[in-house]
């Protein structure tokens, strides 16, 4: 793979695209299925440096980042680089998703280009209807997840329609250009606005009640650590784990405070034991010393914590 890599350098270097196109060869990739996934760091696939740590980085996610931050003149270098990453990572621990461009501005073109890649997912930023998600799925191989970027009105006003497909599976809130497009000042978006409560709240139980995963936005100010950190205790007061990163260091973070407590784990496997043991006596509902009260709600949500661990 040296060698190769000293290849696609030179080509990129030189700025030789059509080099670059003969060194992207298809291949089969074991698809990374993972779901319970916290960190999605983003990286700009026009950035070789960046492309080349995709092993040492600790996120559980890396977005392939074809739309913001890569100039018009970069993207289709910044296309093939990322067929070229994709071939390379035939197996890898990190679901690799590529975020093509709007699908109008591009985004399909680099979605049927990437299709013999065959990327874990693909993320389509400003969607606005069922329609489109539609068009997008028929373009998909079977075994790509369809991720979507709710960021324009349209789309939040059809948030419950979105999910049309089994491919559908994540949802990400890009909440500055939400704001833009509702013609609010980006300076709203505070931890202790109730609009922005609302948002965060609205959007989390209406991709949970659908079976979709929300991805939490991603905080643009990268060194401010402390505050991000203060983001992230509300979120996950309010039911989130999961959030979009900038930086290798919000990425660490996100892992450290998404994931679920040891105690946490215990009470789910204590809950479920006792709740059996009284099952089996005819009672499914009952008090404890310890737990308080028990039931088949309590009992069932224990369940899905574990069966969270598992995936």
């Known amino acids: 793979m040296l060698n190769e890599i000293e290849l696609v350098r030179d080509a990129y270097e030189k700025r030789d695209l059509e080099a670059l196109k003969i060194l992207a060869k298809p291949t089969h990739r074991t698809i990374n299925q993972k779901k319970d996934f916290r960190s999605v760091l983003m990286l700009s696939c026009h950035n070789l440096n960046h492309l080349l740590k995709i092993d040492s980085l600790d996120a559980d996610c890396i977005m392939l980042n074809l739309e913001d931050g890569v100039s018009k003149q970069d ?3 910044g296309l093939v680089l990322c067929a070229i990453f994709l071939s390379h990572h035939k197996h890898c621990d ?3 998703i590529v975020r093509v461009n709007a699908l109008e501005e591009g985004g ?3 979605i049927k280009y990437l299709k ?12 606005k ?3 489109e998600v539609a068009s997008v799925c028929k373009l998909l191989n079977e075994s790509t997840e369809l991720h979507l970027s709710i960021e324009t009105n349209e789309a939040w006003c059809n948030l419950l329609e979105l999910k049309i ?3 559908v599976t994540t949802f990400y809130l890009g909440i500055l250009d939400l704001f833009a497009d509702m013609h609010l000042s980006q300076a709203l978006i505070t931890r202790d606005n109730p609009a922005v409560s609302y948002i965060l709240s609205h959007f989390l139980i209406t991709c949970r009640v659908m079976g979709v995963k929300p991805v939490s936005f991603v905080y643009q100010e990268h060194k401010n650590i402390q505050e991000f950190a203060m983001w992230l205790e509300l979120e996950k007061k309010i039911g989130y784990d999961a959030k979009g990163c900038i930086s290798p260091s919000q990425a660490l973070l996100v892992n450290e405070m998404f994931q679920d407590s040891q105690k946490e784990i215990t009470r789910a496997k204590n809950i479920i034991k006792l709740f059996e043991l009284k099952r089996e006596e005819g009672i499914t509902g009952f008090d ?6 028990i039931d088949e709600p309590i009992y069932k949500g224990a369940l899905a914590l574990l069966e969270k661990q598992k995936e």
């Open 94 to 96: 990190k679901k690799l």
């Open 108 to 110: 399909y073109e680099e």
């Open 288 to 293: 404890d010393d310890m737990y308080g009260f």
């Open 75 to 77: 993207k289709p270098f």
């Open 116 to 127: 013999e890649f065959m990327p874990d997912a693909i993320r389509v930023p400003k969607i």
């Open 129 to 131: 209807n069922k329609e």
């Open 165 to 167: 497909d089994k491919k």
